[in-house]
Nanobody
């Protein structure tokens, strides 16, 4: 298990950008696939983006493809989510998650979760 702490959320106008960070504890960070999920008020948590343990493979939900970029720095035990051209429908609590294995994107595969960071996009 790894401990995850997200940061970087906030209030931004539509069309703006934010960069989320997720710092992980532990010396085995590079052996985990990492992902971002989000949960909007009254909705179920949904997949946003995922990245393989090496960073060589990424995947995105259709709703964010072309606007969001996931990356990781294994030397810093950190995964990032660069969010551009934000829309009001991107408003949600964003969660960082870790899964053992090279590449994962199904929520049930992720055993470690952060506490979440709020992103609010105003119109």
């Amino acid at each position: 298990q790894v401990q995850l702490v997200e940061s970087g959320g906030g209030l931004v106008q539509a069309g703006g950008s934010l960069r989320l960070s997720c710092a992980a504890s532990g010396r085995t960070f590079s052996s985990y696939a990492m992902a971002w999920f989000r949960q909007a008020p009254g909705k179920e948590r949904e997949f946003v983006a995922t990245i393989s343990w090496s960073g060589s493979r990424t995947g995105y939900a259709d709703s964010v493809k072309g606007r969001f970029t996931i990356s990781r720095d294994n030397a810093k035990n950190t995964v990032y989510l660069e969010m551009n051209t934000l829309k009001p429908e991107d408003t949600a609590v964003y969660y960082c998650a870790a899964a053992r294995g090279t590449y994962r994107y199904t929520e049930v595969d992720f055993g470690s979760w952060g506490q979440g960071t709020q992103v609010t996009v105003s119109s």
